[in-house]
C-alpha cells in the first residue's frame, strides 16, 4: 500500500469516527446512540488493521481483536440489554436542542485542531492528519456526557470518549505498549461493568434514569 | 524485595475476604493484622530509601520505589492501617445492627483490600501507564464501597463518582499518550518508553511544546481524582455518602496518591521545559482550591460535607506547596502526611457521630464532649489539628509551605491563601463548637466504645503531634531525597 493511500484510509477513519459520535448529537434514541457507538467502534478496529498490515504487527491485530470483541460487539450487545431492562427511557430532552449541540460539536472540532497543532507538526507518521479528528471525538464524548440526561447515554458519551482516545494512541504513536494497553483495556471493561451495575441501581431508587433527578445532594 | 510483601499482603487480604464464604469473624481480624503488616513493610521501605536508593523489581523494572514512592507509601499504608483496624468497630456495628449482611460484609473486605492495592500500585509502578491503570483501578474499587449502603444519596454520589472520576482519567491518559507520542517522536520507540525513570533522564530532548499540553491534561486529569477545584465537585458527595472507613482513606490516601501522579509529570515536564510553567500551573489551581473550600465552608451544614471540604483545601495546599519549588516541596509532602493522620481520624469518628445522633446536619448534633467523652475529646483534637493549630503536624507545614511561598517571591499570592485558610479556620472552629458543647438531645444514649477501640486514633494523633513538634531525622533526609527525585 503507498503512503497516499494509507494517509487517505487512515483520515478517512478517523473522520468517520468523528462523524459517528457527532451522529449521536441529532440521534435522539438510546438504540442510535447504541448503533452509532457500535459503528464508531468498528472505523477504529478497520484503521486498527489497516496500520497493523501495513507495519506487519502482530500485537496490534490482537489490539485490533479485543476492540472488536469489547467495543463492537459486547458493550453494544450488554447496552441493549441494559436499555431493555429499565425501559425505554429515550433521552428525547437533552439539556442542549440538536442545532446548539451541532454547533458546539464545531467549536470543538476547531478547538481540537487548535489544540493538536504542535503534536501534529511534530510527528513525521503518515497518519498525523487524523490526530485533530481523533482529539475532537474526545471532546464531543465529554459533551455528550454534559448535555445528555439519562445515564445510559452518558455511559455512550465516555465510551466515545473513550474511543477517541484509543484512536489518537493508535494515530500518534501506533498504539501504546501492549502491557498497558491490556491494562485499559480491563480498567474500561470493569468501569464499564461498574456502570451498568450503577444504572439497575438509579432505576431501582429513583424509578428513572434521568440523572436530572439525582439533586438530593446539593447543598 | 520489599515490593513483594508490600503489594502482596493487600492481596492476600482481599483473596481472603473473597474466597472464605460465609463470612467469618476472623477474617476481618486477618484483614486488618495484614494492614499493619503493610504499613511495617512501607516503612521498612522508607528506610531503605533514605539516601536516594531506589529498589526495583521485575522485568523492565516493572516496579521501582525510590524516596517519593516511599513517601506515598507511608502515607497509602498508615491511613489504611488506621481506618481497617479502628474500622472494625465500625463494622461490628454494623452486622449487630443487621445493616450490612454477610455478603456486602465480604464484598467490602475484598474490595477495601484491592482498593489499598491499587493505591500502592500506583505509587511503586515504574511505567507511567500502568500508574495510569492502577489509579483508574482505584475509582472502580470505591465506586461500590460509597455505594454500600444504597441510600438515594449513596447511589447519587457514586454515580457522580465514577462518571466523573472516569472522564478525567481518560484525560489524563489523553497526557499519558502524548507524553509517549513526544517520546517516541523524538527519541525513536524503545522499551521502557514509558517508565518515569527514562523520561526523566531523556526530558531535555522531549518537545517543550508536546509537553506542556501533555502536562495540562494530565494536571486536569489527576487533579479530578485528586479533588482539585473546579473538578472537585463529586468530592463532598463521595466523601460525605461513604462508609467512615472508606472516607477516611479516599480523603487521607487516594488524593494524594493523585498528586503523587502529577508530581511524576511534573519532573518530567519540569526537566523538558526548564521554566516556571507547571510551578505556575499548579500555583493557579491549588489557591484556587483552597478558596472554593473556603466559600462553600462559611455555609456547610453538613459535618461530613465540611470535612470533604476540608479536604479540598488541603490538597489545594499540597499543590501550592508543589509550585513553590524545591523549598515548598518538602512542607508539601509533610502536609500531606499530617493531613492523613489528621483527616482519616476525624472521618472516622464522624462516623461514630453519625451512629450515634443519626444525623448529618451540624444542627442535629450538639453536647458532643457529654454523650461521648473519649470521642469527642478526639474528634475535637483532630480538627484542631485540621486547623492548623500548633502543636500539630499541620502548623509546622502549614508554616513552611507559607515561608516558601514567600522566600519564591510570590507574597500576594500567599498572603491571599492565609487569609482563606484564616477564613476557613474561623467557619469550621464555629461549626465544630456547636457540635462539641451545648446540652445533648434527650433521648440519646450516653458513653463511648470501649477505650481499646480508640488506641488506632489515638496513635495518630500522636504521630500528629510529634511532626508538629519536630520533623524526625529520617524523615528529614527522606523528604531531601524525594526533592531531589523531583527536581534532579
Redesign the interface.
Known amino acids: 500500500m503507498s503512503v497516499e493511500i494509507f494517509t487517505t484510509v487512515m483520515t478517512l477513519a478517523s473522520s468517520l469516527v468523528l462523524l459517528a459520535g457527532i451522529a449521536i448529537l441529532w440521534r435522539r434514541s438510546l438504540p442510535a446512540y447504541i448503533h452509532a457507538f457500535a459503528r464508531q467502534s468498528f472505523f477504529i478496529v478497520v484503521a486498527v488493521l489497516v496500520l497493523a498490515a501495513r507495519e506487519r504487527d502482530r500485537e496490534l491485530v490482537l489490539v485490533a481483536l479485543l476492540m472488536f470483541a469489547l467495543k463492537v460487539v459486547f458493550m453494544p450487545a450488554a447496552l441493549r440489554r441494559v436499555q431493555r431492562h429499565v425501559g425505554a427511557d429515550a433521552d428525547v430532552r437533552p439539556y442542549v436542542n440538536t442545532p446548539v449541540s451541532l454547533a458546539i460539536a464545531g467549536i470543538l472540532t476547531l478547538v481540537a485542531y487548535a ?1 493538536a497543532q ?2 501534529v507538526a ?3 507518521l503518515p497518519t498525523r492528519g487524523g490526530m485533530p479528528l481523533a ?1 475532537a471525538s ?1 471532546f464531543v464524548g ?1 459533551f455528550i ?1 454534559a448535555s445528555r440526561r439519562s ?1 445510559l447515554s ?1 455511559i455512550v458519551g ?1 465510551l466515545v ?2 474511543n477517541g ?1 484509543a484512536l ?2 493508535v494515530l ?2 501506533y498504539g ?2 501492549l ?2 494497553e491490556l ?2 483495556f ?2 474500561v471493561l ?2 464499564f461493568l ?2 451498568q ?2 444504572v439497575y ?2 432505576r431501582d ?2 424509578e428513572t434514569t434521568d ?1 436530572d433527578r ?4 446539593r ?1 | 524485595m520489599l515490593l513483594i510483601p508490600l503489594l502482596g499482603s493487600p492481596l492476600l487480604a482481599a483473596a481472603l475476604s473473597w474466597l472464605v464464604r460465609p463470612y467469618r469473624r476472623w477474617v476481618g481480624i486477618a484483614s486488618a493484622s495484614l494492614s499493619v503488616a503493610t504499613f511495617v513493610i512501607a516503612i521498612l521501605l522508607a528506610r531503605r530509601c533514605l539516601d536516594g536508593a531506589a529498589i526495583v523489581l521485575g522485568p523492565m523494572e516493572f516496579l521501582r520505589a525510590d524516596s517519593l514512592s516511599a513517601v506515598f507509601a507511608l502515607l497509602v499504608a498508615g491511613g489504611a492501617c488506621v481506618s481497617t483496624v479502628f474500622g472494625r468497630s465500625y463494622l461490628d456495628r454494623e452486622r449487630s445492627d443487621g445493616r450490612l449482611g454477610e455478603d456486602r460484609l465480604r464484598r467490602f473486605h475484598a474490595l477495601t483490600n484491592v482498593f489499598i492495592f491499587t493505591m500502592l500500585l500506583a505509587v511503586t509502578a515504574h511505567n507511567v501507564g500502568i500508574m495510569w491503570v492502577a489509579v483508574e483501578a482505584t475509582t472502580i474499587a470505591t465506586a461500590f464501597l460509597i455505594g454500600l449502603e444504597r441510600s438515594e444519596g449513596a447511589i447519587e454520589a457514586s454515580w457522580k463518582y465514577i462518571l466523573i472520576g472516569s472522564i478525567g482519567i481518560a484525560l489524563a491518559f489523553v497526557g499519558t499518550v502524548l507524553g509517549y507520542f513526544d517520546f517516541v517522536a523524538r527519541v525513536g520507540p524503545t522499551d521502557g518508553a514509558l517508565n518515569w525513570s527514562v523520561l526523566v533522564r531523556v526530558a531535555d530532548r522531549l518537545d517543550p511544546d508536546i509537553m506542556r499540553l501533555s502536562f495540562v491534561f494530565v494536571l486536569i486529569g489527576y487533579g479530578t481524582k485528586a479533588g482539585l477545584a473546579p473538578m472537585h465537585t463529586w468530592l463532598p458527595d463521595a466523601h460525605s455518602e461513604a462508609p467512615a472507613p472508606i472516607s477516611a482513606m479516599m480523603s487521607g490516601a487516594l488524593l494524594p496518591v493523585a498528586l503523587y501522579a502529577v508530581l511524576r509529570w511534573k519532573a518530567v515536564t519540569d526537566a523538558c521545559v526548564g521554566d516556571g510553567f507547571t510551578d505556575h500551573m499548579l500555583m493557579i489551581i491549588g489557591a484556587l482550591s483552597v478558596a472554593v473550600a473556603a466559600a462553600l465552608l462559611v455555609r456547610q451544614a453538613h459535618y461530613k460535607r465540611m470535612l470533604a471540604y476540608s479536604s479540598v483545601e488541603h490538597v489545594g495546599l499540597a499543590c501550592l506547596g508543589f509550585g513553590f519549588g524545591p523549598a515548598g516541596l518538602p512542607a508539601a509532602l509533610l502536609h500531606l502526611l499530617s493531613h492523613a493522620a489528621a483527616k482519616s481520624t476525624v472521618f472516622l469518628l464522624s462516623g461514630e457521630i453519625l451512629h450515634r445522633y443519626r444525623t448529618t446536619r451540624v444542627s442535629g448534633v450538639s453536647g458532643l464532649l457529654k454523650t461521648m467523652p473519649l470521642a469527642g475529646g478526639l474528634f475535637l483534637a483532630g480538627i484542631l489539628g485540621l486547623l492548623g493549630l500548633p502543636p500539630f503536624g499541620l502548623f509546622l507545614s502549614e508554616f513552611l509551605l507559607i515561608r516558601a511561598g514567600f522566600a519564591a517571591g510570590y507574597p500576594r499570592l500567599t498572603g491571599f491563601v492565609l487569609l482563606m485558610v484564616l477564613l476557613i479556620f474561623i467557619s469550621l472552629l464555629g461549626h465544630v463548637s456547636r457540635m462539641l458543647y451545648g446540652s445533648p438531645p434527650e433521648a440519646i444514649h450516653r458513653g463511648d466504645l470501649p477505650a481499646a477501640r480508640y488506641v488506632p486514633i489515638a496513635l495518630s494523633l500522636a504521630i500528629l503531634v510529634i511532626l508538629g513538634l519536630v520533623i524526625p531525622g529520617p524523615l528529614a533526609s527522606l523528604l531531601r531525597s524525594a526533592v531531589e527525585v523531583v527536581y534532579g
Open positions: 489544540v504542535p503534536v511534530l510527528s513525521h482529539l474526545v465529554l456526557v445515564a452518558q465516555f470518549m473513550e482516545i489518537l494512541a500518534a504513536t501504546v505498549p502491557i498497558v491494562g485499559v480491563l480498567d470493569l468501569g461498574v456502570m451495575v450503577f441501581r438509579i431508587a429513583f440523572v439525582l439533586r438530593s445532594l447543598h
